[in-house]
Nanobody, 123 residues
């Protein structure tokens, strides 16, 4: 059974930082691309970032570039999203996802997704 479990969310002030983690089990993590999505209240789920399994190439939505960094540790089957310079508009539930195929942007599609972790940025 594939499981993705996010952690590290919480309440932070504007300008602060958080590191989200995603522990993955039930699949060969080192052979799967990984991504993060987010969903704010009343809005559709949005692609945030992705990292490939083969060369660790990374992709970001434009409004997080330079502030967020996606990374992975294949030895721990864990992915990360480092978030700096957080803004109130970053407030959302953040989901990690995995798939054999890398995709990003509006067309991003991932077979496996976690339950999410809440990130709230206060102004």
């Amino acid at each position: 059974q594939v499981q993705l479990v996010e952690s590290g969310g919480g309440l932070v002030q504007t300008g602060g930082s958080l590191r989200l983690s995603c522990a993955v089990s039930g699949l060969t993590f080192s052979r799967h691309a990984m991504a993060w999505f987010r969903q704010a209240p009343g809005k559709e789920r949005q692609f945030v970032a992705a990292i490939n399994w083969s060369d660790n190439s990374t992709y970001y939505v434009s409004d997080v570039k330079g502030r967020f960094t996606i990374s992975r540790d294949n030895t721990k089957s864990t992915g990360y999203l480092h978030m700096n310079s957080l803004k109130p508009e970053d407030t959302a539930v953040y989901y990690c996802a995995a798939d054999r195929l890398l995709s990003w942007g509006l067309g991003a599609r991932y077979d496996y997704m976690g339950q999410g972790t809440q990130v709230t940025v206060s102004s």
